[in-house]
């Protein structure tokens, strides 16, 4: 069974750095498409990031420039390396899956098909305060 599990999110300054995990388990032998999304009290929830198994990435506008999304997977983890935290950064984060025998791809809005389920972690908080 596939499992997402977030972790390292809390609470720091405006212009600190913040790292969160998505460890990834379940899914052995398959090719892989993991992205971050985030939800903000009020707001709809927005793509950050997306990490294809081909090594391909893509980011929202608001990730561009500070965030930085990559994948150990020795460890079977994804990671968002977030700098330049601002009080807009907010939100709560969520790491999301698709795990496939078959090729995965990035849409041109960031978001995985290529068949396989879609799983997605439970979150992790992020409060960036100025």
């Known amino acids: 069974q596939v499992q997402l599990a977030e972790s390292g999110g809390g609470s720091v300054q405006a212009g600190e750095s913040l790292t969160i995990s998505c460890l990834a388990s379940?899914?052995?032998?398959?090719?892989?498409?993991m992205g971050w999304f985030r939800r903000a009290p009020g707001k709809e929830r927005e793509r950050v990031a997306t990490?294809?198994?081909?090594?391909?990435?893509s980011y929202g506008d608001s990730a561009k420039d500070r965030f930085t999304i990559f994948k150990d997977s020795v460890k079977n983890t994804l990671y968002l390396q977030m700098n330049k935290l601002k009080p807009d950064d907010t939100a709560m984060y969520t790491c999301?899956?698709?795990?496939?025998?078959?090729?995965?791809?990035?849409?041109?809005?960031?978001?995985?098909?290529?068949?396989?389920?879609?799983?997605w972690g439970q979150g992790t908080q992020v409060t960036v305060s100025s």
């Open positions: 379940g899914y052995t032998n398959r090719r892989y498409c």
């Open positions: 990490l294809n198994w081909d090594g391909t990435t």
């Open positions: 999301a899956a698709k795990f496939s025998f078959e090729p995965l791809m990035i849409s041109s809005g960031g978001i995985c098909y290529g068949g396989g389920d879609q799983y």
